[in-house]
């Protein structure tokens, strides 16, 4: 029962945020070879799909807005003024990817330490109730205990299920913007939802029915 009730929750998370029109993976991938090949245009295209996107997940990693919508810009400007722009096969992935390195640099310039190419995974990714539209009241309660769940997680597994979930992201796509390999990803994740279940399965049974 509380495993059921753990899945579902976390399904209802990702559903009541998923995008009423889904970007087609493959009219990212023509829209990005068309900037390749010199329509800047299209540039402007995948900036309307993904800055929605780019400033939720970069609004987990950095709670400054300003330092969050100068760096989505910054990242766009720059790719503009590219001569040869990198192939990627998935454009999402690599724009998540671009703007948490962006942020990241930002913030440790901000603090006064250099970031290194083999840094460690960040100290904070906040996952918190505005990140989730709960629609029903009945369900509410319920996802409530997850999110409290998902406090208790560590960063990097707040960000898998974050990237899992709600971005509806593939292992690929979630490996690449985490910077590790496949079954890393894969263990991770499942690392995260067995300490979440475990969590879940201490609460009273009385917020479980």
Known sequence: MIFFIFTASLRLLAIQRMPEDPINHKQDTDCWKSFIEGNRDALGILFRRHYSDLFRYGNKICTDIAMLEDCIQELFIELWQSKNPPPAISVKAYLLKAIKYKLLKALHKRSNTLLQADMPESS??????????????????????????????????????????????????????????????????????????KIIQKLPLLFLV
């Open 124 to 197: 904070h990714f906040e996952i918190s109730y505005e990140t989730f539209i709960i629609d029903k009241q009945e369900h509410a309660e319920k996802t409530a205990r997850v999110i409290n769940a998902l406090e208790q997680l560590s960063a990097r597994q707040k960000e898998i299920i974050y990237l899992k979930f709600y971005q509806n992201l593939s292992y690929e796509e979630v490996s690449e913007i985490m910077n590790i390999n496949y079954q890393v990803a894969r263990n991770l994740l499942s690392q995260a939802i067995k300490t979440m279940k």
